[in-house]
T-cell receptor
Framework: RKEVEQDPGPFNVPEGATVAFNCTYS??????FFWYRQDCRKEPKLLMSVYSSGNEDGRFTAQLNRASQYISLLIRDSKLSDSATYLC????????????FGDGTTLTVKP | NAGVTQTPKFQVLKTGQSMTLQCAQDMNHNSMYWYRQDPGMGLRLIYY???????DKGEVPNGYNVSRLNKREFSLRLESAAPSQTSVYFC????????????FGNGTRLTVT
């Protein structure tokens, strides 16, 4: 079983739709969580950190469920420019010195 | 403020050739990382440097060596390139290991024939 698992998709949604991605992680010692966005053939870029209480940034909402060991990303009012691959990232402790990436979920927003 | 800068952007090698990928960051970050990304495989950690003067193996270190030259620079060397090392390589840095998010360079697209 992978340490971090995501539904690869693809998710094909119309503009204006609401779409949600989930990411599960296996190590209960995981301490910090992030969502990254990666456009085709480009570097991953931080979309948002995920906090225990949940957090929102404009149309994007991230949530963490430690009991069930998953994080989620909700995108409201999807735009064409949201089309990308979304990577879930989990950091295990402060001494591991590394981040574990999910394989990504591909989103295509269509007119 | 350039962030994380990688060179070269593209490289083609023949099997058995060697090369060094360069990475520099100007954000005064302590930790630096090298990842490779293959289609359908996601990002895999090759080596990382939690702080200046230290380096550690990641998930896929075989065939690679690294040097943390100073706080700014972290290089990745392929001593004898193999076709299996054809990939996109990303360098990244973070302020604090394990806590802060990663900042990535633009990537190096390497083809080994």
């Amino acid at each position: 079983r992978k340490e971090v698992e995501q539904d690869p998709g693809p998710f094909n949604v119309p503009e204006g739709a609401t779409v949600a991605f989930n990411c599960t992680y296996s190590n209960s010692a995981s301490q910090s969580f992030f969502w990254y966005r990666q456009d085709c053939r480009k570097e991953p870029k931080l979309l948002m950190s995920v906090y225990s209480s949940g957090n929102e940034d404009g149309r994007f909402t991230a949530q963490l469920n430690r009991a069930s060991q998953y994080i989620s990303l909700l995108i409201r009012d999807s735009k064409l420019s949201d089309s990308a691959t979304y990577l879930c990232v989990v950091n295990i402790g402060t001494n591991a010195g590394k981040s574990t990436f999910g394989d990504g979920t591909t989103l295509t927003v269509k007119p | 403020n350039a962030g994380v800068t990688q060179t070269p952007k593209f490289q083609v090698l023949k099997t058995g050739q060697s090369m060094t990928l360069q990475c520099a960051q100007d954000m005064n970050h302590n930790s630096m990382y090298w990842y490779r990304q293959d289609p359908g495989m996601g990002l895999r950690l090759i080596y990382y440097s939690a702080s200046e003067g230290t380096t550690d193996k990641g998930e896929v270190p075989n065939g690679y060596n690294v040097s943390r030259l100073n706080k700014r620079e972290f290089s990745l060397r392929l001593e004898s390139a193999a076709p299996s090392q054809t990939s996109v390589y990303f360098c990244a840095s973070s302020e604090n290991r394990g806590i802060a998010p990663l900042h990535f360079g633009n990537g190096t697209r390497l083809t080994v024939t």
